[in-house]
């Protein structure tokens, strides 16, 4: 168990929905990371956060957002979800924010109908 | 632009084999970070190594080695007397510690370590 969680686990949806995908990360840890899997596009980073700051900002479409809260859990916000959006997600801590040794979630595997 | 080539794609060994996992990254900066992530067949990633570019020592780490070369612009993983629960997807990755922060994956390269 890495201790950081991710909830849902699985979120089946349909396109032009709107999803909330949840990360919490490790006890102490400052930096969360977005990372997203699909068959088409490989393995992604979509953006860091560090600290409630956005630090880094990596592949992540214009209908995506995230942002970190000042409990330091951070949240994906997907938007007019597309067939291709059907990914899997993964979120990871660090103490720091240069990407030292990171923790992953488990992923929330989303599927959009 | 960064780029990450893991030209294998799959690798088949037999236990207890040594087996290096290339890696060659593309970039014109000269501060940058180079990782490796472990995917096991039950999908979560596992975070292996950060390697800065001002750092051209090698890394040991139990059955694992990593071998940093900027002449070659590479960054090699070696699993030494490989075991079964090594078998895994292994993905290598640049990202520049200055300016776009991106971070670039390669497309990764299948392990299976049989028994």
């Known amino acids: 168990d890495s201790g950081v969680t991710q909830t849902p686990k699985h979120l089946i949806t349909a396109t032009g929905q709107r999803v909330t995908l949840r990360c919490s990360p490790r006890?102490?840890?400052?930096?969360v990371y977005w990372y997203q899997q699909s068959l088409d596009q490989g393995l992604q980073f979509l953006i860091q956060y560090y600290n409630g700051e956005e630090r880094a900002k990596g592949n992540i479409l214009e209908r995506f957002s995230a942002q970190q809260f000042p409990d330091l859990h951070s949240e994906l916000n997907l938007s007019s979800l597309e067939l291709g959006d059907s990914a899997l997600y993964f979120c990871?801590?660090?103490?720091?924010?240069?990407?030292?040794?990171?923790?992953f979630g488990p992923g929330t595997r989303l599927l959009v109908l | 632009a960064q780029k990450v080539t893991q030209a294998q794609t799959e690798i088949s060994v037999v236990e207890k084999e040594d087996v290096t996992l290339d890696c060659v990254y593309e970039t014109r900066d000269t501060t940058y970070y180079l990782f490796w992530y472990k995917q096991p067949p039950s999908g979560e990633l596992v975070f292996l190594i950060r390697?800065?570019?001002?750092?051209?020592q090698n890394e040991i780490s139990g059955r694992y080695s990593w071998n940093f070369q900027k002449s070659t612009s590479s960054f090699n993983f070696t699993i030494t007397a490989s075991q079964v629960v090594d078998s895994a997807v292994y993905f290598c990755?640049?990202?520049?510690?200055?300016?776009?922060?991106?971070?670039?994956f390669g497309q990764g390269t299948r392990l299976t370590i049989n028994p």
């Open positions: 390697r800065n570019s001002f750092d051209e």
């Open positions: 990755a640049l990202k520049l510690i200055q300016g776009a922060q991106k971070l670039v």
């Open positions: 990871a801590s660090s103490v720091g924010a240069e990407w030292e040794t990171q923790y």
């Open positions: 006890s102490g840890d400052l930096s």
